[in-house]
């Protein structure tokens, strides 16, 4: 008998639009009293506020319930996407986007977006280059403890120190993954220790496929040093 196909799902469907909570106030704190003066700033930066609700995506439950269907990686949290032609959140590309939420004044979806790294640490020991399964076999410039700080200036005393005491472990793991020698990211030379960025994949990016195969076939050091210029 023949086994009926589940429906393809099109590419980026299994995450959708935020809902209004997560669109920032019609007017941004860097407009009132005491923001930005220029005319010309404060239109540009109007104008990149009003892209935050075409940006911010939620996971569908279907990730979580059935994720071998899915290459997203799970998030409890609303998230920003770099836009263009990118799906999926990235590790340091979120860095600034943290700045940018706050400065309009969007502090918990800033925290829920740190929430969603700090998440992938307590999953995978570190923070992926991406958030897709198969950009487990990298990270990029380790910024979640900048990220962490960003949040926290914006806390009272009390929720400030909650939110380190929470941190603070998880950014122990990522710094101790970052250490290992298992990894490749820390050589020892004489009495000095030096980190690098390091990926230990030595066949065509799964994202790049098609691009690599071609550039792979000089050997599988040039896939190795491909992977590793994307965790730059």
Not at 41 to 50: N, P
Not at 97 to 102: A, E, M, V
Not at 114 to 142: K, M, T
Not at 195 to 200: F, V
Request: hydrophobic share 40%.
């Amino acid at each position: 008998p023949m086994i009926p196909r589940r429906p393809r799902h099109e590419p980026g469907a299994e995450l959708v639009p935020c809902p209004a909570d997560h669109h920032g106030p019609a007017v941004p704190p860097f407009m009132n009293r005491g923001g930005l003066r220029d005319e010309k700033l404060r239109s540009f930066a109007l104008g990149i506020h009003k892209l935050w609700p075409t940006l911010c995506r939620i996971t569908t439950p279907e990730v979580a319930s059935a994720p071998q269907r899915y290459s997203a990686l799970p998030r409890k949290f609303a998230m920003m996407l770099p836009g263009g032609r990118f799906r999926e959140t990235y590790y340091w590309d979120t860095y600034w986007i943290i700045k940018g939420l706050l400065v309009s004044g969007m502090q918990s979806t800033a925290r829920g977006m740190v929430e969603n790294l700090l998440h992938d640490v307590e999953l995978f020991g570190f923070v992926p280059n991406g958030g897709r399964i198969y950009y487990l076999n990298r990270s990029q410039p380790p910024l979640l403890h900048a990220m962490v700080a960003e949040v926290a200036k914006t806390m009272d005393a009390a929720e400030e120190l909650e939110w380190l005491k929470r941190a603070l472990p998880v950014l122990v793991r990522e710094y101790n993954w970052w250490m290992s020698p298992d990894w490749g990211h820390m050589l020892r030379i004489g009495d000095f220790f030096l980190n690098r960025y390091y990926s230990q994949l030595r066949d065509p990016r799964p994202e790049s496929y098609r691009e690599d195969l071609a550039t792979c076939a000089a050997g599988a050091d040039v896939c190795q040093q491909l992977a590793t210029v994307a965790e730059t």
